[in-house]
């Protein structure tokens, strides 16, 4: 009878021992994600100028502008022909759930800038090559080697504010 209990004292121990284990394990494994969740949140902020007055629904315009970017290039869709304007201005219109013309006076595309309000400095280099080969900007010197963060960032914002001052003329 003692042998008995002693065994059923060691398997409690045991699975005791193991629901402990599991316990730990789940706490790490959301202490990980919490953290994941927390960086993410920190660089979607860190992606514009401080001093940019934005409305939120702008900042995810141009948050979504750059995630789109990304998927189609990984998806292997390049060229003219895929619009993400277009795509993150239905998926936030739709969203917002206002019709077309109500939204378009919500989100004033033309005042949002983004290319003028990102900060490149906190931007992977890849998210300003896609930039720079969407508006038609060589990303590579003539040797072929890929051209500095800093010359792309400088390209980009004066191609735009030359097509900007042309628009206005």
């Keep these: 009878m003692k042998t008995h209990n002693i065994q059923n004292t060691q398997k409690i121990k045991k699975n005791k021992k193991s629901i402990i284990k599991r316990k730990t394990i789940i706490k790490k494994k959301t202490i990980i994600k919490k953290r994941k969740t927390i960086k993410e949140k920190t660089t979607q902020n860190d992606i ?3 001093h940019v007055k934005l409305t939120r629904l702008q900042r995810k315009y141009c948050n979504c502008l750059l995630i789109v970017r990304r998927n189609l290039w990984n998806q292997g ?3 003219v022909d895929i ?3 277009k795509i ?3 998926i936030l219109q739709k ?3 206002k019709n077309r013309a109500a939204f378009k006076d919500i989100i004033n595309v033309g005042a949002s800038q983004c ?3 990102y900060n490149y400095n906190n931007m992977p280099l890849e998210d300003i090559i896609l930039i720079a080969e969407e508006y038609g900007i060589n990303t590579k010197t003539a040797g072929g080697a890929p051209l500095a963060k800093n010359t792309l960032i400088q ?4 191609l735009y504010l030359t097509n900007k001052k ?3 003329k």
Excluded at 155 to 158: D, E, F, Q
Aim: glycine share 8%; with cysteine; hydrophobic share 30%.
């Design 83 to 85: 619009a993400p304007y």
């Design 155 to 158: 390209r980009i914002t004066s």
């Design 48 to 50: 514009f100028n401080k």
């Design 166 to 168: 042309m628009a206005t």
């Design 77 to 79: 869709k390049k060229g």
């Design 88 to 90: 993150c201005y239905t």
């Design 95 to 97: 969203s917002s759930g």
């Design 115 to 117: 290319l003028l309000n």
